[in-house]
């Protein structure tokens, strides 16, 4: 009996299935179930403070101030179930700030508020594989079969919800004051607001692209919006308290600080000192991403 043709023969259909799921077929997502990323990028913050040179664009992409874009990283796991969907874990942290000195814009320049705020934030995202291109070539140089270049290429949508962790904090007398010891809006004083936490919920909206180095190290970029259900992220959302008010519970530094204009006169107790609508920021992210399945997928 030639035993040598008979393991050829059943060799055959292993080798053409080991093609057709490895080689050059959407199924090579199952090799890329589990990994891990570590970003580096931007973030710019959209509120009350600071912004563009022109009204009517609050909390948009319109609203974006270069001059207050600061630094931010994170670190995830993601687990991609299926060839159109994957849910990640991601921990970002960073700085957020906004200045009216640095803003054109004559109302917001004259009310003269800042801060700056580290932030730290835990999401759940689900993305939404839009676009893929993935192909893994042959491992072995076996003759007759066709050699493929490696690809992984993919274009995705990020939606979350996730928490936030802030604390605003403003120059004064060259020294950075938490903010919401200050009391600025009155809070906690007779008619004046209620004191607001430092830990919000929040929605990441993104999108994102990223390609293959090799077929354990990918290469990509992220940017999304981050809608917070906080309008203190920069310590201002609602009207002027009386200064003197604030001066004799918490002393002149918070009076100071509610109300830091030039002309102070032009911005009353009961006058409007922020919008209402909730704040967000923007981070852009450079991502580096660690393949942690491909081991025990290609040793299967």
Request: proline share 4%.
């Amino acid at each position: 009996m030639n035993y040598t043709a008979l393991i050829l023969a059943s060799l055959i259909p292993a080798i053409s299935f080991t093609q057709s799921l490895n080689f050059n077929s959407q199924r090579n997502w199952a090799m890329n179930k589990h990994e891990i990323s570590i970003g580096l990028g931007v973030t710019s913050f959209l509120g009350d403070l600071g912004g563009s040179d022109r009204i009517g664009s609050d909390y948009s992409l319109r609203d974006i101030d270069f001059n207050s874009t600061l630094t931010g990283g994170s670190f995830s796991y993601r687990y991609r179930f299926h060839p159109f969907f994957a849910t990640s874990t991601m921990v970002n942290a960073g700085m957020l700030s906004g200045s009216d000195a640095l803003t054109a814009e004559r109302v917001r320049n004259m009310r003269n508020l800042s801060f700056r705020s580290f932030f730290g934030m835990v999401s759940q995202r689900f993305e939404i594989i839009v676009l893929a291109n993935e192909r893994i070539g042959g491992s072995y140089n076996i003759p007759g079969l066709r050699r493929f270049t490696d690809h992984n290429e993919q274009l995705y949508l990020i939606a979350g919800i996730g928490a936030m962790y802030y604390n605003p904090k403003a120059l004064y007398d060259g020294e950075w004051v938490t903010l919401r010891d200050m009391h600025t809006e009155g809070q906690g004083l007779p008619g004046g607001p209620a004191e607001y936490k430092r830990i919000t919920a929040t929605v990441p909206l993104g999108i994102g692209f990223r390609m293959g180095i090799n077929r354990l190290w990918r290469f990509g970029l992220e940017a999304t919006y981050v809608k917070t259900f906080s309008d203190y992220i920069d310590d201002v959302h609602g009207e002027y308290y009386d200064p003197a008010v604030i001066e004799a519970n918490y002393g002149p530094q918070a009076a100071y600080l509610s109300n830091p204009s030039t002309t102070p006169e032009a911005f009353n107790p009961g006058s409007r000192r922020g919008g209402k609508q909730n704040d967000a920021f923007l981070y852009l992210n450079i991502m580096i991403t660690r393949n942690i399945t491909y081991k025990s997928s290609s040793g299967r």
